[in-house]
Structures are given as C-alpha cells and as structure tokens.
C-alpha cells in the first residue's frame, strides 16, 4: 500500500482496511485504492465522530407556524399563468428514483412496482404518462430528468428504453446519476466491504440531486434552454399532480425562490416532515427529530401548532437552485442507523441480526433556509400523496392503489355520477392520457356516461 494512503487511513480511523489489505490479491487492492480516491474519508470519520449528536433544532420559542396558501383564491389567474409558463418551455420535471427501496424489499428500482389499479402500469409509466399528457396540452416536449442512483441506473434506463420511454420523446429524458457514501460499522466506524474488494456504498439521499445535477453539466443546459423553474417530485408518489399549473401560477407571481405543497398533518405524530418558520425562513423538521412536547403543541382553537406536512413536492426556482449547488456541501448530513450484510476483516460473510451500520444522507429539504422568498400551498392526502414505502400496511402498494381509486370515485362524483354504496371502493383507474385532473374529466366524460366497475378509462 502506498505510504500517503496508509497514513490517510491511519488518520481517518480506517486502520481495519490496512490489515485486509494482506489478504487481498493485486487486482483487488488497486480496485479498493480506486474506489477510495472518490470516498471523502476525512468526512466519514467527522461524521462519525459526531454520530451521538442529535440534530441541532431551533429555539423552540422562536417557533412559529408557517403561512400556507389555499390555491382555491386565485386559481383561475394562477392556472392560466402556469399554463403560460408550460407554453413557454419555462418549466422542467425532476423526479427522484434513486433510493434503494429497501422498506418495500424490491430488487428492483421502486419505480418499476406496479401501481395502478387495474392495468397494473408502473410507477414510471404512470409519471411518464402525465407528463406526456400535460406536453400534449402545452404542445411543448416539458424536459424530464430522472435522477437515478448506482443501485437503480442501468435498469431504471434499460426499463425506459425496453418500453420506449412511455409515448416520451428521446430527447425529452435526461438521466443523471447521484453519488453514494459508504457505510461504516455502528461500533467502530470502519468503513464495510460488501465484496473484497467493494466498499459497501449507498445513494447520499435525495439532498444528492444538487451535486449531482450541477456535475452531470444538465443545469448548466437547462439555463441554457430557457428553464426557469423545476418542478420536483419523488417516484414513489402515485397521486403526484405532475407539473401542476396552479401551483406553478402562484410560485412565479409571488416571485418565490421555493415552493412546496403542504398536507394537513392527521395526528401530531404522522411519519411526514414539518413545515415550521423561524426568523421568517422556512425550514422542515423530519417526524423523527420532532420533539414530542413540540409535535403535541396545540394552538388556542385547539388545532395542532405545527400542522403543514411535507408531501415531497416542490419547485425550484433555477437561479436559486443554481447557487444553493455551490453551497450543497453545507447541507448537514443524516444519519439512518441500518443492518448491512457484510465480509468481516478475515473476508467472512456477516449476516447482522441487529443495525450494524451507519449510513449518510442529505436531504434535499435542507435547503429551504436558503430561500428569502419561499411560498407554501396547501393541497390534500387524499389529492396528491399516496407514497409507497412499505410492503404491507400503512403505504403499501394495497394503500397506494386505494387512494388511486377513491380519487378517481371523487372524480365521478363531481359528474355528478353516485359510485356503488358498498363498503369496498370500486375499482377505477383514469389514464392519464385520458384527463389529468377533474376539469378535463368533466370535459371528457361522453354524456349519461353509465359506469360499469372495475372501471378503465384509457
Ligand atoms: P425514501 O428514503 O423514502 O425511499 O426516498 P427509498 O430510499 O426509495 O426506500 P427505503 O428508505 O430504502 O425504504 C424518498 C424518495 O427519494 C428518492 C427515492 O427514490 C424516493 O423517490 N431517493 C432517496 C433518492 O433519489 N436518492 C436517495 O439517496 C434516497
């Protein structure tokens, strides 16, 4: 091993990997030293230094409840204005596919699970189709950037090619692949090997999309083409209201640097990210960092203090996005304590019964203390967030495909046509190349239009 990386990894706390190195042949040590020049080694052993910290929250005084818009006032304006917007190719789509879906026990990128109701479309099939529909009624190709992970690219990219990118033109897909961090062992902080000669590494969480789309050279291009704002969504919301002009409208004529739309939190304790506003920033407290004191604070009509919860959707505004990537190695990293099989210093497989290891990740909520002008508006759960995370239970592929479909009753019921009164929800599933939201349902609806269910309207 060459002096000037023993002694890097003598400082770093990575003396475990100098004692493998005997035991490994020539080929696979130099595979290592490669795969070490990209691990930021002095940061692993900050950060595992500062594993037993907990995340610095502000001063709960200083608290206060953050304004949320209803996008009902205005709307008309709003949408006609997002519309324009569209029309003008001043809007790109980014979605996020690069998590390792390991809740949902997939081995496959997530947004490959089958998701519709009836016709069992994928995630990326029923995004992709949005936006072909909403490009369609711009007549604009809107740029769709999918940020993969190692662990997703190549068969999130043969999947897209394999089914001819959706109806999608080519060139309207940019793929961009986000970095990883290694995993390091929860006691020692040495780095795992998941092979002898691979690091155990895994995606730096979905805070990786700035670094990652200022080094692929795409928001350079984007700037280029005229995009002025980026809509931001995750692959595992199948509600999403991609590109939703509304939402568009008012982030552009309240000049907002970063928007987000807000769900009404159900409980105090609900599994989503709390919008909060301190000194007039706006920030997000993940569930799991929120005090519980704080979380069951009610306000004098006995609503809960802190009640904007955080669906994942937002926009950027590109010159904001632009400056705050030259500032994404400020955003702190979380921690997520996780079991991760792996080759013990003699090269023995471990299966771990118990977290083992500490993964690193950035999340890209973190840059909303960034943004001077910021605007929150509010939608609904039961309109635009049905996530999938786990393989049974609450966020379920079973819970995804309901939400699908008491959407999609809503939408019958305002043509004024009564679903089955029966306590199971009928089956229905509303292409999205059929009508993207309520309107143009209504407007495509053939008249005494009688429903037989399971319903398909494709
Ligand atoms: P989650 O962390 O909720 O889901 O990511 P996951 O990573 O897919 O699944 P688990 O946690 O392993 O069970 C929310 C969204 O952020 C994206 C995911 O693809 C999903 O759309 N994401 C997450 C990334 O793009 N990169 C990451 O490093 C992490």
């Known amino acids: 091993m060459r002096q000037v990386l023993q002694n890097k990894l003598s400082s770093t706390n990575q003396g475990e990997i100098i004692s493998r190195w005997e035991k490994l042949s020539l080929p696979e040590q130099n595979l290592i030293e490669k795969q070490l020049e990209s691990v930021d080694l002095e940061l692993v052993a900050s950060l595992y230094q500062k594993r037993n910290q907990t995340i610095s929250l502000p001063d709960i005084r200083k608290i206060e409840t953050v304004p949320v818009l209803n996008p009902s ?15 003008q190719g001043e809007v790109a789509i980014l979605m996020v596919a690069g998590g390792q879906g390991s809740r949902l026990g997939t081995m496959q990128p997530k947004g490959m699970w089958p998701i519709t109701p009836i016709t069992q479309k994928s995630l990326f099939q029923l995004h992709s189709e949005k936006i072909l529909a909403i490009s369609r009624k711009v007549n604009r190709d809107i740029p769709f950037l999918i940020m993969t992970s190692p662990a997703t690219h190549e068969q999130t990219l043969e999947f897209f090619h394999a089914q001819r990118f959706f109806g999608l033109k080519r060139d309207q897909v940019f793929f961009f692949t986000q970095g990883t961090m290694p995993a390091v062992d929860i006691n020692t902080g040495a780095i795992l090997f998941e092979e002898p000669s691979k690091i155990f590494t895994s995606p730096d969480g979905h805070g990786g999309t700035l670094t990652a789309l200022k080094n692929s050279g795409l928001l350079e291009n984007l700037k280029v083409k005229g995009i002025r704002h980026i809509f ?36 105090p304790t609900d599994k989503l990210g709390n919008f909060i506003q301190v000194n007039g920033r706006c920030q997000i407290i993940e ?13 004098p009509d006995n609503t809960l203090f802190i009640s904007a919860g955080n669906p994942a959707i937002h926009l950027f505004d590109i010159e904001f996005l632009d400056d705050i990537c030259l500032n994404a190695k400020a955003l702190p990293f979380h921690l997520a304590r996780k079991k991760v099989p792996y080759l013990d210093s003699n090269l023995k497989r471990v299966i771990p019964e118990k977290e083992n290891a500490l993964k690193f990740e950035r999340f890209i909520f973190d840059i909303f203390p960034f943004a001077e002008k910021w605007l929150l508006v509010s939608t609904s759960k039961e309109e635009e967030f049905a996530p999938l995370k786990n393989a049974t239970g609450e966020d379920s592929p079973e819970t995804a495909k309901l939400a699908q479909c008491k959407l999609f009753t809503k939408w019958l019921e305002k043509a004024g046509i009564t679903c089955p009164n029966d306590a199971n929800t009928p089956e229905i599933e509303i292409c999205p190349l059929f009508a993207i939201d309520t309107e143009e349902f209504l407007q495509r609806l053939p008249k005494n239009f009688n429903p037989k269910y399971p319903l398909l309207m494709e």
């Open 287 to 299: 569930y799991s960092d929120l005090p519980l004191e704080l979380a069951n604070r009610k306000k």
């Open 73 to 87: 006032s205005n709307s008309i304006e709003a949408k006609m204005e997002g519309l324009r917007s569209l029309e």
């Open 232 to 267: 931001f969504f995750q692959v595992d919301n199948p509600l999403v209201q991609i590109a939703d002009p509304v939402f568009i409208g008012h982030h552009i004529s309240q000049k907002s640097q970063l928007s987000s739309k807000v769900i009404p939190k159900e409980s």
